[in-house]
């Protein structure tokens, strides 16, 4: 399992940690994650029913169109890349000002297979501004296939929502099971979008007096250094440390390793 490909790869991905933390789900009725980004989590548990969120209205919109119609997804990146093989690199830009006007998920899906390292990245104003990785060709489309109809029977059990992460989870009921992987507070604009401190412990709060069931993926440590942010230990009943793979701008720097491990609370 921990070897999947992914079908969105999204900044501060928990691909590498989605087995441990699918381990730890409870038995719930209904599967929410209002911070879906790329997805790994909802993929590892692979809901019957259940509601996916994201502030990030592109990526919800792409979710979309993996879930409900994944061989046109593929037909239209085999035409994009079709042509960026034969045309050269002005086709990827030709596709970015597109997306940028249209916010056509095709498009989108296209840059995200082809730009630097794959990371899907937008700009203030929301302009997609990754440019185009010239060493590698980008996913031959019969292989990216194949991940999609494997995502998109993964992910039939989900509604996909656009909005803020109170508003995905307003009608979640005990018996529910909510996983939260919100951005770093502590690393204003390394996501798209931030969100508030108290207003989160609020919703957690929330969370708890109607007797949800939350797992939440948080800050942690590496090496030595402790990166966690206290949360207030009413809100929870475990909090457990998940290994999420060796710091490689340590390894760079240094060129030693250091374990990073990312918390996980669980409120049951
Ligand atoms: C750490 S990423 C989630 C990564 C995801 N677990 C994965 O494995 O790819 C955090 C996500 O929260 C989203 N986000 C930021 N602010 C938000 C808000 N107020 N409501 C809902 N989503 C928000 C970002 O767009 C981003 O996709």
């Excluded at 249209?102 to 501004?129: A, P, Q, Y």
């Excluded at 656009?162 to 307003?170: I, K, L, M």
């Excluded at 009413?234 to 440390?241: A, E, I, N, S």
């Excluded at 701008?249 to 669980?266: H, N, T």
């Amino acid at each position: 399992m921990s070897q999947f490909q992914p079908v969105i790869k999204w900044s501060g991905s928990k691909r590498s940690q989605a087995t441990t933390i699918a381990s730890h789900t409870p038995l719930f009725n209904r599967y929410y994650e209002p911070f879906v980004g790329g997805g790994s989590i909802a993929y590892a548990i692979s809901p019957d029913k259940g509601v996916c969120g994201d502030i990030c209205k592109p990526l919800i919109n792409l979710w979309r169109s993996i879930q409900s119609d994944y061989e046109s997804l593929y037909e239209q990146y085999k035409i994009r890349w079709e042509r960026l093989q034969n045309e050269g690199y002005l086709v990827y830009y030709e596709i970015r000002d597109n997306f940028n006007k249209n916010h056509d998920s095709n498009d989108l899906f296209f840059l995200s297979r082809t730009c630097v390292n794959g990371l899907i990245r937008f700009n203030k104003n929301g302009d997609f501004n990754n440019s185009l990785h010239h060493t590698r060709k980008g996913i031959e489309p019969e292989r990216l296939k194949s991940v999609l109809s494997d995502w998109s029977e993964r992910l039939q059990g989900i509604e996909f929502f656009s909005g803020d992460y109170w508003e995905t989870t307003q009608d979640v009921k005990s018996g529910d099971f909510v996983y939260l992987d919100p951005p770093y507070f502590n690393t204003k604009g390394r996501y798209f979008g931030t969100i508030d401190f108290e207003r989160f412990i609020d919703y957690l709060d929330s969370l708890n007096s109607k007797g949800v069931k939350y797992a939440l993926s948080f800050d942690g440590m590496r090496g030595d250094t402790d990166y966690s942010v206290e949360l207030p230990t009413k809100l929870y009943k475990q909090h457990l440390m998940v290994p999420s793979g060796n710091s490689s701008f340590k390894k760079v720097m240094d060129k030693k390793c250091e374990a990073v491990y990312e918390s996980l609370y669980l409120n049951y």
